[in-house]
């Protein structure tokens, strides 16, 4: 079946990086597009970024724009995103996310099917 399994997450401070990892299975990761979202306390499940099945095109929410990047490594089924200048109130827990490749990047989140676990992220002051 298929797995997401998040890692990387942590407590960290104002200011700091942190690189999340996704470890995709039991898919032809290669024929996905993959996202990150991230859910804080008492908050929607937000979008945060996407990367195409070959990583030739990426979009960031407007929040994160200029301090995360989103990677992957096909060789590896593995998806990253690279946090810095981390503001608390990035604080949530980050999930991976998979959909079948599609003609343009998607941004909702009932428009992926395979979820992991999600990976905490706390960004104290």
């Known amino acids: 079946q298929v797995q997401l399994v998040e890692s990387g997450g942590g407590l960290v401070q104002a200011g700091d990086s942190l690189r999340l990892s996704c470890a995709a299975s039991g898919l032809f990761f290669s024929s996905y597009d993959m996202a990150w979202f991230r859910q804080a306390p008492g908050k929607e499940r937000e979008f945060v970024a996407a990367?195409?099945?070959?990583?030739?095109?990426?979009f960031y929410a407007d929040s994160v724009k200029g301090r995360f990047t989103i990677s992957r490594d096909n060789a590896k089924n593995t998806v990253y995103l690279q946090m810095n200048s981390l503001k608390p109130e990035y604080t949530a827990v980050y999930y991976c996310a998979a959909t079948i490749r599609r003609t343009r990047l998607r941004v909702g989140r009932t428009d992926y099917e395979y979820w992991g676990q999600g990976t905490q992220v706390t960004v104290s002051s």
């Open positions: 990367i195409t099945w070959s990583g030739g095109s990426t």
